[in-house]
């Protein structure tokens, strides 16, 4: 029993701990442009041509 | 019979007649990506570019553009951001990100393809207006939107949606995973505790999503209360807050029966559907100042009054009176015409025209802030769109009234009944929640949003397709919409044999390359082939001719007046050439009518009303009236753009109208019309105040637009017939009992997806989903 409500508790960090990246994530920028680095990075690096 | 030779232009596709180009702005980018070494760009291209149009930037330098736009970093660098509005394959994006190595003052180029958007980090010392030129010499016409703090301010808003939806997302996945382990007790039994520390783990889970995620709901709600109406956000708020409260006291208490995972999942779907709309939509608004400037080059500080020189080439930086000097100006803000006029002392000048003659000078007679033009560019962001309910909307509204007195009849009825059927009562309320509604309209319209943009389509809001169907009138303006706005020779008549015109070709050719005069400029186009022959006392009478000498001849290039001729009786526009007073051609010019404007009047006028809008003279507004097929009472001429705006309030007692234009004179009525459609020109006025902006000025894509605009109404009222039935099945099911909070729970997302996956799948536009 008391490993099933280590379990949850262990659940309810591991969300927080997620959504704290997620806010982390947001606040730098890394979500501002979700359609450009898909493409970019099929982009030959400009100094090697 | 010519033989009709069309090339596709080798810059942007359109079709160029005999020559390689469509204009001079495709071929000089054309031949400046080549010469960058960057020539493969044109392999990569997954769809067509925009037109080039060539715009001047030196305004770009001025202090109240800088302070504004431009950012000073560290290190003798600064950086701006800039509007690309032909830019959206990723093709472009790898030309612009190349930018530095064919352009060392440029240091660093970052794309935002799916806003359209470049990040430009450039030496400090090189003046702004440089960067903007080195944009257009590629091929695109970069425009300054937002000032660095709305733009800075814009991009917070957009992170707190995406972080609103993600939170509601994450909560609503956590949830369901921890009921995942009650629906299992469901079947096995669980012992008590058990089920009271799962449903507390769960009430943790989703108070982000119930307490940030889902507050714009609750702000809706809010407001409609205050109002005293109802609207969708009402019954989200309402669906939450009663799935909430009532899991909570479930679940405080260890009873099996909660439902955060479907309230989460309310929120999370609901703000999905938000979200990518916003994603989609093309909000795009310009800074007042920008197109101010970029019609004054300056801003003057002049007091009614003052004395003011306007120099040749220069914009009249205030409304005013001419005092001294004879010029000709071109007041295209004002008519769409390129055609000049002749102003003398005491003609009225506006600001915003451009001198194209002499010098002259003018008594300012406007402040500032008063001007015309200033007043039409304030006016734009004071028009207000005629009003066009949505029919989303409305259904709305019926959907959720009748949701509401359901759910409180019930309640009153469990209540007088005093059954404990109150966990039915939730089951109504989740079973009716418009998921379907809220997710599968934003589904339809980003889906069609983003087809349009595949076309060069730019659509600034979803609801633009619900104001296209619905509409029944198209107005036309003429000169640079239906017509382009260039001259073209439509008839030459040589009076001299081929040999003869051999040796005069090289002379006509670079003699009208002398003159600023438009009409002028299509011998340029057709004869000057880059032969400068040694031509002499050059002379230019202002909106009449040339004349010459080469080779000890004398020669005169203009109108019949100019050569001293009887004028003709029909009313075209003329050009002649002659030699030592003996007349050796005469070319007659117009400009072109659009190849598919015919086609597209005849097509809009089997179910619209059309109508022809102009600045220009009545003979030219009859005559390409006539070549359209268009009733003459319905091409009116010498129109302002103050006229136009006022046409349409009084065609609006009778028509629901979409305005068609392209110049800064149409930008009011834009604004008025039911819908603005702005083809792509060098004003980012019509950026501004159009709901639809084609970035190719191609007439074909207004046709696909109302059709577009047709299928995206059929597929909504088909999710909402879908959602009505669902939801009138999922309630009676449930009022009989057959459907527990559980079930329904299961099939909330279940409807939302075959609708979503429905609306996705379908083609609005031509050429591909």
Same mark, same amino acid.
């Given at each position: 029993?008391? %490993?099933? /409500? $280590?379990? &949850?508790?262990? +659940? %309810?960090? /591991? $969300?927080? &701990?997620?959504? +704290?990246?997620?806010?982390?994530?947001?606040?730098? +920028?890394?979500?501002?442009?979700?359609?450009?680095?898909?493409?970019?990075?099929?982009?030959?690096?400009?100094?090697?041509? | 019979?010519?033989?009709?030779?069309?090339?596709?232009?080798?810059?942007?596709?359109?079709?160029?007649?005999?020559?390689?180009?469509?204009?001079?702005?495709?071929?000089?980018?054309?031949?400046?990506?080549?010469?960058?070494?960057?020539?493969?760009?044109?392999?990569?291209?997954?769809?067509?570019?925009?037109?080039?149009?060539?715009?001047?930037?030196?305004?770009?330098?001025?202090?109240?553009?800088?302070?504004?736009?431009?950012?000073?970093?560290?290190?003798?660098?600064?950086?701006?951001?800039?509007?690309?509005?032909?830019?959206?394959?990723?093709?472009?994006?790898?030309?612009?990100?190349?930018?530095?190595?064919?352009?060392?003052?440029?240091?660093?180029?970052?794309?935002?393809?799916?806003?359209?958007?470049?990040?430009?980090?450039?030496?400090?010392?090189?003046?702004?207006?440089?960067?903007?030129?080195?944009?257009?010499?590629?091929?695109?016409?970069?425009?300054?939107?937002?000032?660095?703090?709305?733009?800075?301010?814009?991009?917070?808003?957009?992170?707190?949606?995406?972080?609103?939806?993600?939170?509601?997302?994450?909560?609503?996945?956590?949830?369901?995973?921890?009921?995942?382990?009650?629906?299992?007790?469901?079947?096995?039994?669980?012992?008590?505790?058990?089920?009271?520390?799962?449903?507390?783990?769960?009430?943790?889970?989703?108070?982000?999503?119930?307490?940030?995620?889902?507050?714009?709901?609750?702000?809706?709600?809010?407001?409609?209360?205050?109002?005293?109406?109802?609207?969708?956000?009402?019954?989200?708020?309402?669906?939450?807050?009663?799935?909430?409260?009532?899991?909570?006291?479930?679940?405080?208490?260890?009873?099996?029966?909660?439902?955060?995972?479907?309230?989460?999942?309310?929120?999370?779907?609901?703000?999905?559907?938000?979200?990518?709309?916003?994603?989609?939509?093309?909000?795009?608004?310009?800074?007042?100042?920008?197109?101010?400037?970029?019609?004054?080059?300056?801003?003057?500080?002049?007091?009614?009054?003052?004395?003011?020189?306007?120099?040749?080439?220069?914009?009249?930086?205030?409304?005013?009176?001419?005092?001294?000097?004879?010029?000709?100006?071109?007041?295209?803000?004002?008519?769409?015409?390129?055609?000049?006029?002749?102003?003398?002392?005491?003609?009225?000048?506006?600001?915003?025209?451009?001198?194209?003659?002499?010098?002259?000078?003018?008594?300012?007679?406007?402040?500032?802030?008063?001007?015309?033009?200033?007043?039409?560019?304030?006016?734009?962001?004071?028009?207000?769109?005629?009003?066009?309910?949505?029919?989303?909307?409305?259904?709305?509204?019926?959907?959720?009234?009748?949701?509401?007195?359901?759910?409180?009849?019930?309640?009153?009825?469990?209540?007088?009944?005093?059954?404990?059927?109150?966990?039915?009562?939730?089951?109504?309320?989740?079973?009716?929640?418009?998921?379907?509604?809220?997710?599968?309209?934003?589904?339809?319209?980003?889906?069609?949003?983003?087809?349009?943009?595949?076309?060069?389509?730019?659509?600034?809001?979803?609801?633009?397709?619900?104001?296209?169907?619905?509409?029944?009138?198209?107005?036309?303006?003429?000169?640079?919409?239906?017509?382009?706005?260039?001259?073209?020779?439509?008839?030459?008549?040589?009076?001299?044999?081929?040999?003869?015109?051999?040796?005069?070709?090289?002379?006509?050719?670079?003699?009208?390359?002398?003159?600023?005069?438009?009409?002028?400029?299509?011998?340029?186009?057709?004869?000057?082939?880059?032969?400068?022959?040694?031509?002499?006392?050059?002379?230019?009478?202002?909106?009449?001719?040339?004349?010459?000498?080469?080779?000890?001849?004398?020669?005169?290039?203009?109108?019949?007046?100019?050569?001293?001729?009887?004028?003709?009786?029909?009313?075209?526009?003329?050009?002649?050439?002659?030699?030592?007073?003996?007349?050796?051609?005469?070319?007659?010019?117009?400009?072109?009518?659009?190849?598919?404007?015919?086609?597209?009047?005849?097509?809009?006028?089997?179910?619209?009303?059309?109508?022809?809008?102009?600045?220009?003279?009545?003979?030219?507004?009859?005559?390409?009236?006539?070549?359209?097929?268009?009733?003459?009472?319905?091409?009116?001429?010498?129109?302002?753009?103050?006229?136009?705006?006022?046409?349409?309030?009084?065609?609006?007692?009778?028509?629901?109208?979409?305005?068609?234009?392209?110049?800064?004179?149409?930008?009011?009525?834009?604004?008025?019309?039911?819908?603005?459609?702005?083809?792509?020109?060098?004003?980012?006025?019509?950026?501004?105040?159009?709901?639809?902006?084609?970035?190719?000025?191609?007439?074909?894509?207004?046709?696909?637009?109302?059709?577009?605009?047709?299928?995206?109404?059929?597929?909504?009222?088909?999710?909402?017939?879908?959602?009505?039935?669902?939801?009138?099945?999922?309630?009676?099911?449930?009022?009989?009992?057959?459907?527990?909070?559980?079930?329904?729970?299961?099939?909330?997302?279940?409807?939302?997806?075959?609708?979503?996956?429905?609306?996705?799948?379908?083609?609005?536009?031509?050429?591909?989903?």
């Amino acid at each position: 029993m008391s %490993i099933f /409500i $280590f379990i &949850l508790l262990a +659940g %309810i960090l /591991i $969300f927080f &701990l997620f959504l +704290g990246l997620l806010v982390w994530q947001v606040k730098t +920028g890394q979500m501002d442009d979700l359609v450009t680095p898909s493409e970019k990075i099929l982009w030959e690096d400009p100094k090697n041509d | 019979m010519e033989v009709a030779v069309s090339h596709a232009c080798k810059h942007c596709g359109r079709p160029a007649g005999t020559s390689l180009f469509c204009c001079a702005g495709c071929e000089g980018a054309f031949e400046f990506i080549h010469s960058t070494g960057m020539g493969e760009f044109y392999n990569k291209l997954s769809k067509p570019l925009s037109t080039v149009k060539q715009k001047r930037f030196e305004y770009w330098n001025q202090p109240q553009i800088t302070t504004a736009f431009v950012k000073s970093l560290q290190g003798g660098l600064s950086q701006a951001e800039l509007l690309l509005d032909g830019m959206s394959c990723p093709a472009c994006g790898w030309l612009i990100e190349r930018a530095p190595l064919f352009a060392p003052f440029i240091r660093k180029t970052e794309v935002d393809l799916g806003s359209s958007k470049v990040k430009v980090i450039f030496d400090s010392h090189c003046a702004f207006s440089e960067v903007g030129e080195l944009f257009n010499k590629i091929g695109y016409a970069p425009t300054l939107t937002d000032p660095i703090s709305t733009a800075s301010f814009k991009k917070r808003q957009n992170r707190q949606w995406i972080l609103r939806t993600a939170v509601a997302l994450a909560s609503q996945m956590a949830s369901m995973h921890v009921n995942y382990t009650l629906y299992a007790g469901l079947l096995d039994g669980m012992n008590t505790t058990m089920v009271k520390a799962v449903g507390l783990v769960s009430l943790v889970i989703s108070l982000p999503a119930v307490f940030y995620s889902a507050v714009p709901f609750y702000r809706g709600a809010w407001n409609a209360l205050k109002l005293k109406t109802w609207n969708l956000d009402l019954l989200v708020s309402l669906s939450i807050a009663l799935g909430f409260v009532a899991s909570a006291i479930n679940a405080l208490r260890g009873i099996n029966d909660i439902y955060f995972d479907a309230v989460t999942m309310l929120i999370a779907f609901l703000l999905l559907g938000r979200l990518v709309v916003m994603f989609s939509e093309k909000r795009i608004s310009i800074d007042k100042n920008v197109l101010l400037l970029e019609l004054l080059g300056t801003m003057a500080d002049a007091k009614p009054g003052d004395i003011i020189p306007v120099k040749s080439g220069q914009a009249f930086p205030c409304d005013g009176t001419v005092t001294k000097g004879k010029s000709l100006i071109n007041s295209a803000w004002l008519t769409g015409e390129e055609m000049p006029t002749q102003i003398k002392p005491g003609s009225s000048v506006y600001a915003g025209s451009l001198n194209l003659g002499s010098p002259v000078e003018i008594q300012v007679t406007e402040p500032m802030e008063k001007t015309r033009i200033a007043n039409l560019i304030s006016g734009l962001s004071n028009i207000k769109k005629g009003e066009l309910s949505r029919f989303s909307e409305k259904f709305e509204k019926i959907l959720v009234a009748s949701v509401l007195l359901l759910v409180l009849g019930l309640g009153t009825f469990y209540f007088l009944e005093g059954k404990s059927l109150w966990m039915r009562w939730i089951s109504v309320l989740l079973v009716t929640c418009p998921c379907a509604m809220g997710l599968a309209v934003p589904a339809v319209l980003s889906t069609a949003l983003k087809q349009a943009l595949r076309r060069g389509i730019i659509i600034k809001g979803g609801e633009v397709f619900e104001r296209l169907a619905q509409s029944d009138a198209v107005v036309f303006d003429k000169t640079g919409t239906l017509t382009t706005s260039e001259f073209e020779i439509e008839n030459e008549d040589w009076l001299i044999d081929a040999e003869e015109k051999l040796r005069l070709l090289p002379v006509l050719g670079w003699a009208a390359h002398q003159s600023s005069h438009p009409v002028l400029s299509a011998l340029t186009k057709k004869y000057f082939r880059g032969e400068k022959p040694a031509l002499t006392q050059i002379k230019e009478t202002l909106g009449q001719g040339l004349e010459f000498t080469y080779q000890g001849h004398s020669y005169q290039l203009g109108s019949r007046k100019f050569l001293q001729l009887p004028s003709s009786k029909d009313n075209q526009t003329e050009i002649l050439f002659s030699e030592d007073g003996i007349l050796k051609n005469v070319f007659v010019v117009r400009s072109e009518i659009r190849s598919e404007a015919m086609s597209l009047v005849a097509a809009l006028k089997k179910r619209f009303s059309v109508w022809m809008l102009s600045g220009d003279k009545k003979a030219a507004v009859k005559q390409t009236a006539d070549l359209l097929n268009l009733e003459h009472q319905k091409a009116l001429y010498e129109q302002t753009p103050e006229m136009k705006m006022e046409f349409l309030n009084t065609l609006f007692e009778h028509y629901k109208v979409v305005m068609v234009g392209d110049g800064v004179n149409d930008s009011l009525a834009f604004k008025k019309a039911h819908v603005g459609i702005g083809i792509g020109g060098a004003a980012s006025s019509t950026l501004e105040a159009c709901d639809v902006y084609l970035t190719r000025p191609d007439l074909n894509l207004i046709q696909e637009i109302f059709t577009a605009s047709h299928k995206v109404k059929k597929s909504i009222l088909l999710c909402l017939a879908w959602a009505v039935v669902y939801n009138v099945l999922g309630v009676m099911l449930v009022l009989y009992g057959f459907l527990g909070p559980l079930v329904c729970a299961v099939l909330m997302p279940l409807s939302s997806l075959t609708v979503v996956a429905f609306a996705t799948g379908r083609k609005y536009f031509p050429g591909g989903t």
